[in-house]
T-cell receptor, first 113, second 112 residues
Framework: DAGVTQSPTHLIKTRGQQVTLRCSPK?????VSWYQQALGQGPQFIFQ???????QRGNFPDRFSGHQFPNYSSELNVNALLLGDSALYLC????????????FGDGTRLSIL | SQQGEEDPQALSIQEGENATMNCSYK?????LQWYRQNSGRGLVHLIL?????REKHSGRLRVTLDTSKKSSSLLITASRAADTASYFC????????????FGGGTRVLVKP
């Protein structure tokens, strides 16, 4: 049973560009959350998707947007990239019908030049 | 901003010793969770303690929660080199699966 999978594993972009990161949740999970983790810091919540809608959002600008598909997979889009967007982006999934903890993927390392 | 602060920020111990790290948070919670992260990898869930629990054990891990002080501690007993990682506490104000608010983490080095 595959866990949470994220792609790509690494990505290099330049300032001003746009990027799309992808996440497939653990089998049976219907909720996907995205986190940004800067080097040496703890993860920060970006937003959560459930039933193809954004359910919660953290303190991130509108340049950060997302989408959830009918198969529960999700994308994170970031527009007009800034140097400060360099980070590890983590996806976590959960089953909304259970009280079990979230499962995390290994993340996408995004570097902005 | 992050909810929790972890103490110490870094910890270096010998194999076989115990490692203790603390986490403080600011708002009311439904549960508090501890995660481990190996360098550059994702987070691995270690243990969840609910707001009405005071102590929980899982293998070599022992977690305590003091909601009156808004603090938690994680004890790893008889540490091994494989325990070398960063450890994060995360609070959940709602049901499990909801938004997690993480602390800054404690970097633990276990020397063989």
């Amino acid at each position: 049973d595959a866990g949470v999978t994220q792609s790509p594993t690494h990505l290099i972009k330049t300032r001003g560009q746009q990027v799309t990161l992808r996440c497939s949740p653990k089998s049976g999970h219907d909720t996907v959350s995205w986190y940004q983790q800067a080097l040496g810091q703890g993860p920060q919540f970006i937003f959560q998707y459930y039933e193809e809608e954004e359910r919660q959002r953290g303190n991130f600008p509108d340049r950060f947007s997302g989408h959830q598909f009918p198969n529960y997979s999700s994308e994170l889009n970031v527009n007009a990239l800034l140097l400060g967007d360099s980070a590890l982006y983590l996806c976590a999934s959960a089953d909304s019908r259970s009280n079990q903890p979230q499962h995390f993927g290994d993340g996408t390392r995004l570097s902005i030049l | 901003s992050q909810q929790g602060e972890e103490d110490p920020q870094a910890l270096s111990i010998q194999e076989g010793e115990n490692a203790t790290m603390n986490c403080s948070y600011k708002t009311s919670i439904n549960n508090l969770q501890w995660y481990r992260q190996n360098s550059g990898r994702g987070l691995v869930h270690l243990i969840l303690i609910r707001s009405n629990e005071r102590e929980k054990h899982s293998g070599r891990l022992r977690v305590t929660l003091d909601t009156s002080k808004k603090s938690s501690s994680l004890l790893i007993t008889a540490s091994r080199a494989a325990d070398t990682a960063s450890y994060f506490c995360a609070t959940d104000a709602g049901a499990a699966g909801n938004k997690l608010t993480f602390g800054g983490g404690t970097r633990v080095l276990v020397k063989p």
